[in-house]
């Protein structure tokens, strides 16, 4: 907790000398400290990052020479820390590719991929931990799905970056023709997709799956004014039940885990994590469901 509030206080008192800016944050985390769960407000933060990039753009292009140990960073890196991003750009700041992995972490914060018009990856994170809670309140389980495109690299190697974002697109838009509106699709990685679907049975998972990787099978992906791909995606998914103690970072690894067992198999799969069986033995049952002994007469 010492850690959080030291964080807050760089953010809004250290080296913001906009006090608008330097009051909005304040605001957020106000609301923040006042709700029991969750990170501080996104908006305020996102905007205050928001500003932070442009600053940066905007002064690098009146010098073509920027000294990195100029720059006053410690805001970024705060918002960074408060969402569990890696530590390694602190450890370099004023180096071009600590600069760069800050700039690409503050882009992460943001509600929307900006290539695909999906959720970002930080974006679903958040919604895994609320969806981890209404788990545990409801009993009801929830899927988060991984999908990965096969073969992307070559795609991207051999026919050109504009040919690569065609192909991340459409399988976006193929994806997103299958969804229902509580359900939360996002772009996790350069070629990796995840799926959050609530209240979403065990039984059903593999058939929600497959169906994923049809709808992309049977998808011609124009890349050019003769050309047509046809992607094929691996997909390894892992349930949240109540009977699973889980947090976000570990579900998602659970379900990469998965993608991977897909992947190994040879591509164009799906892999879904086993279910524990919950098995009552015949003396349980008997002492659950027998009849009762008789009342003892006093």
């Known amino acids: 907790m010492q850690h959080s509030h030291t964080g807050q206080r760089i953010i809004a008192d250290s080296v913001l000398a906009d006090s608008a800016m330097a009051d909005s944050i304040r605001s957020a985390l106000e609301r923040s ?19 932070l990039i442009a600053r940066f753009v905007s002064d ?13 960073l410690d805001a970024a ?30 882009c992460g914060l943001c ?3 900006p290539l695909t018009g999906l959720s970002s990856r930080g974006h679903l994170h958040a919604v895994l931990g609320r969806e981890i809670d209404r788990v545990l309140r ?23 970056a504009a040919a690569g974002a065609a192909l991340l697109q459409s ?9 229902r509106p509580m359900d939360t699709l996002a772009r996790y990685g350069d070629a990796q997709f995840a799926l959050l679907l609530p209240a979403c049975q065990a039984a059903f998972g593999r058939a929600l799956a497959e169906r994923l ?24 998914g892992a349930f949240a039940t109540q009977a699973i103690r889980s947090t976000p970072l570990l579900w998602a690894e659970r379900a990469r885990h ?8 040879g591509c164009d799969r799906v892999s879904i994590e086993e279910q524990p069986e919950s098995a009552v033995s015949a003396e349980e049952k008997s002492l659950l469901f027998g009849p009762l002994p008789p009342a003892e007469n006093s």
């Open 33 to 51: 400290n006042s709700c029991r769960k969750g990170p501080p407000a996104a908006d305020a933060l996102l905007h205050c990052a928001h500003i």
């Open 171 to 179: 399988v976006a838009r193929a994806l997103g023709a299958c969804v």
């Open 111 to 113: 509600l929307a991929d």
């Open 138 to 160: 409801s009993g009801e389980s929830a899927l988060l799905l991984m999908l990965d495109i096969d073969q992307f690299d070559a795609v991207n190697g051999t026919q050109g």
């Open 60 to 72: 690098s292009a009146a010098s073509s020479l920027v000294d990195l140990r100029e720059l006053r």
């Open 258 to 265: 998965q993608l991977c067992q897909a992947q190994s198999a």
């Open 213 to 236: 990787r049809r709808a992309v099978a049977h998808t011609p992906i124009p890349t050019g004014a003769s050309l047509r791909l046809h992607a094929t995606l691996s997909v390894g």
């Open 77 to 106: 890196l705060a918002l960074l820390a408060q969402a569990g991003s890696s530590q390694a750009v602190q450890q370099r700041p004023d180096c071009a590719p600590a600069l760069q992995e800050l700039i690409d972490g503050l």
